[in-house]
């Protein structure tokens, strides 16, 4: 087929490539100048393993190309995902200007008939404003689709290539049958292609994150519990996720989610429920949990200093908001760095992927200019000298460091585990004090 996905964000750069993988021939349009001549100099925007010989072999086949000319996308293509940002707007909804943009932008190209598909996030009844944006600017006739994306970062790859299941909302049986031919190679090994309404589909992205986001603030206030008892938190895991019908994904404990979809979906499916009267209050729940897990590790180096950040020297491994990417929005390491740096701290931080990421003014640019957040050239430089040592991001490198090497640098032997990497005997006898989360039970 020929394909045009408009935006190559992180959804429209992974599902472009991918869609090309299969032999499609696929356009992939941004307005943004700068990021199309990177991505025609062989140069990919984002951290995501595996994206990037991906689009080096299917540019080099042909199959894929990247280009600011979205009418050109549109007139040669007989599917088009528009797959751009939906921000948090200030009331936590979701921001479809951009989404409403495209979708006129697509109707004043269109020269014939078009299934044009929703592939980004957005609530119930936006492909029905998309289709009357759509409508408002052509004659020709087409029909929308809501396909909403599953995938993890840092997994993002194959995720896409092989699906746990593929979602389809379509309110018309012919373009059913069209798209489940387009996804058909990516379910050869039987997972489904789930076939629905354009408004289930819609919803079916936001209750998944929704639920995902659930069983992390669940655990966490598990594991807040457990610290004030005197239990180990991973043992209770342990017991709970062997139940089948609850299942070990999604229980690990930590300083909270983060990243572009958990915070701004769950932020975004309760402000559309509230809007239609039928308020998710877990939901409220579970987001308020979130923030105040973010800072949960910062009242426990409170404690280690006895209430004075003033002239302490905090090591920051992690600034992802998890591992194998760069993405540090609504990262734990934001929260916590920006809480001990305003306490009269200072931060020595590394993370194997997204240092470039944190010079950006929407993340530390600021304390990094002033002096109060040094970047360092790997785990063990960030150490020296540092009164503690909190590691934020689970990445591999940071799971069996040399302990020895980090006491010698360190000015005070303290570990502050948020994801619960290390066995607290273990530590502790090497001479660190040691906090993680809900098992600080020696």
């Known amino acids: 087929m020929n394909i045009c996905v408009v935006g190559t964000g992180y959804v429209g750069l992974v599902a472009g490539a991918c869609f090309a993988e299969t032999g499609n021939d696929v356009f992939c349009v941004d307005k943004d100048e700068a990021k199309i001549a990177r991505l025609n100099r062989g140069e990919v925007p984002i951290y995501e393993p595996e994206l990037d010989d991906l689009i080096a072999r299917n540019v080099k086949e042909g199959r894929l ?74 004659t020709h006739d087409f029909h929308m689709v809501s396909n909403p994306e599953f995938m993890k970062e840092g997994s993002a790859v194959n995720d896409f290539l092989y699906p746990d299941r593929v979602v389809i909302g379509a309110n018309n049986e012919c373009v059913a049958e069209v798209m489940g031919e387009l996804y058909a190679p990516f379910v050869r090994t039987g997972n489904p292609i789930i076939f629905m309404d354009v408004h289930s589909a819609e919803i079916t992205k936001y209750a998944a994150n929704a639920f995902l986001a659930t069983k992390i603030s669940f655990m966490n206030e598990i594991a807040n519990f457990c610290d004030k008892v005197g239990a180990d938190v991973m043992m209770v895991r342990k017991g709970v996720g062997s139940d089948k019908r609850i299942g070990p994904q999604f229980l690990f404990p930590g300083v909270g989610y983060g990243g572009s979809c958990f915070p701004k979906d769950v932020r975004a499916f309760m402000r559309t429920a509230a809007d239609q009267g039928s308020p998710l209050r877990i939901l409220q729940a579970v987001d308020e949990i979130n923030n105040q897990q973010k800072v949960i590790m910062v009242e426990k180096l409170r404690r280690q200093f006895h209430g004075d950040f003033a002239g302490k020297v905090i090591a920051i491994w992690g600034l992802s908001f998890k591992p194998q990417t760069d993405d540090m929005r609504e990262a734990p390491a934001k929260y916590i760095i920006r809480s001990v740096t305003h306490a009269g701290a200072t931060v020595r931080a590394f993370d194997p992927a997204a240092m470039e990421e944190a010079c ?57 585990d948020c994801r619960n990497l290390y066995t607290p005997a273990k530590i502790k006898e090497l001479g660190f004090a040691y906090y993680s989360i809900g098992r600080d039970t020696l």
């Not at 009331?91 to 592939?119: E, F, P, W």
């Open 360 to 416: 950006k003014p929407y993340n530390l640019k600021d304390l990094i200019d002033t002096g109060r957040v040094k970047l360092c050239e790997n785990a063990y430089d960030a150490a020296e000298g540092a009164d503690a040592l909190l590691v934020v991001t689970e990445w591999n490198e940071f799971r069996r460091p040399n302990f020895e090497r980090v006491k010698g640098l360190m000015r005070e032997p303290a570990v502050f």
């Open 65 to 138: 190309a990247f280009s600011t000319d979205l009418v050109a996308g549109v007139q040669k293509s007989n599917v088009i995902f528009i797959a751009v940002g939906t921000p948090q707007d200030e009331d936590g909804s979701a921001d479809l200007s951009h989404v409403l943009d495209v979708a006129g932008a697509i109707g004043r190209a269109m020269n014939g008939y078009k299934i044009i598909v929703d592939k980004s996030t957005v609530p119930v009844g936006t492909a029905d404003r998309v289709g009357q944006a759509v409508a408002a600017q052509t």
